[in-house]
């Protein structure tokens, strides 16, 4: 009897190390449930055509986003290629989250991308972030700060537009 108590328990511990904590693997499950929502009935079903439509959808993507795609190759330029493993478990209707674990398996770096936190441009105060974060929000908008040296020059900038990007 303490035999199958013991082994019970090791089951249970086994299972709860490989599932993914809260919040690891944000961007995987993300574009996972993104890409999954663009996809018709009849695709969803065929791992070679969810495949071939990850490719497409790859190609619009930036940031953490593409690089995800380029980690588990979406991408032309990426370098290794285990897009059957997201594909297949895909067309049996298993979740993203499921999904991610399999591919974390296959290469950690998948779950190691993180989303930047946004900054909330009503509350801060600019004047105490750093040149790197007033960049990212020029960047973020799509936009740049020709000839900027000094953090006034990104400040101003970025003053400027502000009612262009921001609903106020």
């Not at 478990?89 to 993203?96: A, E, F, Q, R, V």
Request: net charge neutral; glycine share 4%.
């Amino acid at each position: 009897m303490e035999v199958h108590v013991v082994f019970l328990f090791c089951l249970v511990f086994a299972l709860s190390v490989q599932a993914l904590k809260p919040g690891e693997c944000e961007v995987c499950i993300k574009v996972l449930d993104k890409f999954r929502n663009t996809l018709s009935e009849n695709t969803l079903t065929d791992y070679k055509k969810i495949e071939a439509e990850f490719k497409d959808f790859c190609k619009g993507v930036k940031n953490k986003e593409n690089r995800f795609c380029y980690y588990i190759g979406g991408l032309e330029e990426s370098a290794t290629g285990i897009l059957g493993e997201m594909s297949k478990p895909m067309s049996w209707s298993l979740p993203s989250d499921k999904i991610c674990e399999k591919l974390k398996k296959k290469d950690a770096q998948i779950c190691e991308l993180r989303y930047d936190v946004q900054i909330d441009l009503k509350t801060v105060d600019l004047k105490k972030l750093k040149v790197r974060d007033l960049k990212k929000i020029l960047n973020d908008w799509g936009e740049e700060c020709d000839g900027c040296i000094e953090k006034s020059e990104y400040l101003n900038r970025i003053e400027e537009l502000k009612p262009k990007h921001t609903e106020l």
